[in-house]
């Protein structure tokens, strides 16, 4: 059975957490940190993320969609991101334990356009 881009509940184990530290460095790399803060904990332009792993009215679906098309003052990432760039950045987002970007605490990269 092939997995889908999207199903990360399908990832498991090592698979899972490589898709956890992709995400990590995407939200940094495509500007997500730069209004929902380093480590998606909220910053000034966008909300904390962190509740995000048991809020139920943030499925994967609706976070792929937020992603794809942005919301009221977030913008969309439709034309910036893959299917397995926002599978990525998912993972992310649901994970237990968010793991770290591997390099830098410098100040996170504006989105294009910002
Ligand atoms: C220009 C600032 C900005 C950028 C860049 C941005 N966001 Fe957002 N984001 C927001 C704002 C503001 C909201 C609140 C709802 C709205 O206005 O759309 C939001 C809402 C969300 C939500 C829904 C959670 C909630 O409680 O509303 C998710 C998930 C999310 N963003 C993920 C991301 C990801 C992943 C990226 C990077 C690909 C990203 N955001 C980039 C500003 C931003």
Same mark, same amino acid.
């Given at each position: 059975m092939a997995l889908s881009a999207t199903d990360t509940n399908a990832l498991s184990g090592a698979k899972k957490k490589d898709a956890e530290k992709a995400g990590a460095i995407l939200f940094r790399d495509k500007g997500c940190a730069y209004c929902h803060g380093v480590g998606g904990t909220g910053g000034k332009k966008g909300p904390d993320l962190s509740g995000l792993p048991k809020d139920k009215a943030w499925p994967p679906e609706k976070i792929?969609?937020?992603i794809l098309n942005g919301g009221q003052k977030m913008p969309p990432f439709r034309e910036s991101v893959t299917d397995d760039?926002? =599978?990525q950045l998912i993972a992310?987002?649901?994970a237990k334990h968010r793991p770290a970007p591997p390099t830098g605490t410098g100040s996170p990269t504006p989105p294009?356009? =910002?």
């Open positions: 792929t969609n937020q760039e926002v =599978a992310y987002l649901r294009p356009g =910002a």
